[in-house]
């Protein structure tokens, strides 16, 4: 699968500057923009900075002809946000809004002596992070920006750095204005498609830091990260339920004993924690023997069940069951007479019920241009909750 990749062009002052004709990049994740970039450089010799997803043609990801916004040539002083006609845009979708961020992260990596940035390749935008990597003489590293909604991200990761040791996640170099991180560089690969070993070794390193969290859940709420416990959460999916349930009867049971079945799982005697709310191994880096935990931009204080419940999705049954009794026999060491098995089977449709919320929160709070990345996961999330794959 490829995409067909048509660009919109502004100047820094967000004024129209004429279009690129469509041109054919390999990598068909909307949001991976290095090869977008690359492909208007060398087709056309146009350098470009993507902002936003404009329109896509498929009504889910990935593929298929899509068109972006990008911008040429520099933005004179900063970027000119509009909040009343763009009140979900996030700052580096702006015309001038990724220039006023790299600018930042050029002093900031300055003033911590990693010397002047020699090169920058935008890698990733969308209504969830962008993302580029900056050369320094010191070597890579790597500038992050999340909208409103991933603001606690910088915060965990330091939290973590301090509490569970750095080599967890990724080291934060500095946190800014606008959701700006500088993230230290981290070697090896992405782990997606990892084995059974290499999942089971990334949920001993999630326990890993739950342990740390223990009894340390109000430091972490009070620095924004969410409150998905019992309560909170009830009531949390019960709205989406109501907006985008369609009057599901099944759905409504569901919510309406969603109380009583939260209950049953808090006398399993397992603690509330901190949850990634992602733990698939694509948000591992590193290697088999070596793991960095990435990406806590859905994490959470809730049950620790989440977690294992979604680093076994896609798995065979038998390799899920091995997968959870290894983190039921890690938490049964920690809480002696708990039952995180029972546990487990509880929460499995809650699980969805609580990612159909996720996606609902983010078309919520993004641009209608952007709701094709999100919008089939909601009644896709709904319809597990009551009919498991």
Same mark, same amino acid.
């Given at each position: !699968?490829s995409?067909?990749v048509s660009?919109?062009?502004?100047?820094?002052?967000?004024? +129209?500057?004429?279009?690129?004709?469509?041109?054919?990049?390999?990598?068909p994740?909307?949001q991976?923009?290095?090869?977008?970039?690359?492909g208007?450089?060398?087709?056309y010799?146009?350098?470009?900075?993507?902002?936003?997803?404009?329109?896509?043609?498929?009504?889910?990801?990935? *593929?298929?002809?899509?068109? =972006?916004l990008? %911008?040429v040539?520099?933005?004179?002083d900063? =970027?000119r946000p509009d909040?009343?006609?763009?009140?979900?845009?996030a700052?580096?979708?702006?015309?001038?809004g990724?220039?006023?961020s790299?600018r930042w992260?050029?002093?900031?990596?300055?003033?911590?002596?990693?010397?002047?940035?020699?090169?920058?390749? %935008?890698?990733?935008t969308?209504?969830?992070?962008?993302?580029?990597?900056?050369?320094? +003489?010191?070597?890579?590293v790597?500038l992050? %920006?999340?909208?409103?909604?991933f603001?606690h991200? $910088?915060?965990?990761?330091?939290?973590?750095?301090?509490?569970?040791?750095?080599?967890?996640?990724?080291p934060?170099?500095?946190?800014?204005?606008?959701?700006r991180?500088?993230l230290?560089?981290?070697?090896?690969?992405?782990?997606?498609?990892? *084995?059974?070993a &290499?999942?089971?070794?990334?949920a001993?390193?999630m326990?890993? @830091? %739950?342990?740390?969290?223990?009894?340390?859940?109000?430091?972490l709420?009070?620095?924004?990260?969410?409150?998905?416990?019992?309560a909170?959460?009830?009531?949390?999916? /019960?709205?989406?339920?109501?907006?985008?349930?369609?009057g599901?009867?099944?759905?409504?049971?569901?919510?309406?004993d969603?109380? $009583?079945?939260?209950?049953t799982?808090?006398?399993?005697g397992l603690?509330?924690?901190?949850?990634?709310?992602?733990?698939? +191994?694509?948000?591992?880096r590193?290697?088999?023997?070596?793991? &960095?935990l990435?990406?806590?931009?859905d994490?959470? @204080?809730?049950h620790? $069940?989440?977690? @294992?419940?979604?680093?076994?999705?896609?798995?065979a049954?038998?390799?899920?069951?091995?997968?959870?009794?290894a983190?039921?026999?890690?938490w049964?060491e920690?809480?002696?007479?708990?039952?995180?098995?029972?546990?487990?089977?509880l929460l499995?449709?809650v699980?969805?019920?609580? !990612?159909a919320?996720? =996606?609902?929160?983010?078309?919520?709070? @993004?641009?209608?241009?952007?709701? +094709?990345?999100?919008?089939?996961d909601?009644? /896709?999330?709904?319809?597990?909750?009551?009919?498991?794959?």
């Open positions: !699968m995409r067909t660009l919109t062009l502004v100047d820094g002052e967000g004024s +129209p500057a004429g279009s690129l004709p469509p041109f054919e990049v390999d990598l994740y909307w991976e923009v290095a090869c977008v970039v690359r208007a450089r060398e087709r010799g146009v350098d470009v900075t993507i902002l936003r997803l404009l329109a896509a043609e498929r009504p889910v990801p990935h *593929g298929g002809p899509v068109t =972006y990008a %911008q040539g520099e933005a004179l900063g =970027y909040p009343v006609a763009h009140p979900h845009r700052p580096y979708a702006w015309p001038g990724p220039a006023a790299l992260a050029a002093r900031v990596l300055t003033d911590l002596g990693y010397g002047a940035v020699s090169d920058v390749e %935008q890698h990733r969308w209504n969830l992070s962008a993302i580029w990597r900056l050369g320094t +003489p010191r070597g890579p790597w992050k %920006q999340v909208p409103r909604f603001a991200e $910088a915060a965990v990761l330091a939290w973590i750095a301090d509490r569970a040791g750095e080599r967890l996640v990724p934060l170099l500095a946190a800014g204005d606008d959701g991180a500088l230290a560089h981290v070697e090896g690969d992405d782990l997606y498609g990892a *084995g059974i &290499t999942r089971d070794a990334i001993a390193d326990h890993r @830091i %739950q342990l740390a969290t223990l009894d340390n859940e109000a430091e709420l009070a620095t924004g990260v969410p409150d998905l416990r019992a909170p959460l009830c009531d949390w999916v /019960a709205g989406v339920v109501t907006r985008h349930g369609g599901d009867t099944g759905l409504r049971a569901l919510v309406d969603l109380p $009583a079945r939260l209950s799982v808090e006398s399993c603690p509330d924690t901190l949850v990634h709310g992602d733990l698939h +191994p694509g948000n591992a590193g290697t088999s023997e070596r793991r &960095t990435i990406d806590w931009g994490s959470f @204080i809730g620790p $069940a989440f977690d @294992i419940l979604r680093l076994t999705e896609g798995v049954s038998a390799d899920a069951t091995h997968l959870i009794g983190w039921a026999a890690r049964r920690a809480v002696p007479g708990c039952d995180p098995e029972r546990a487990v089977e499995r449709p699980a969805a019920l609580r !990612m919320a996720v =996606y609902a929160n983010f078309i919520d709070n @993004i641009e209608p241009s952007e709701h +094709p990345y999100h919008a089939a909601i009644p /896709a999330c709904l319809s597990a909750a009551v009919s498991p794959p």
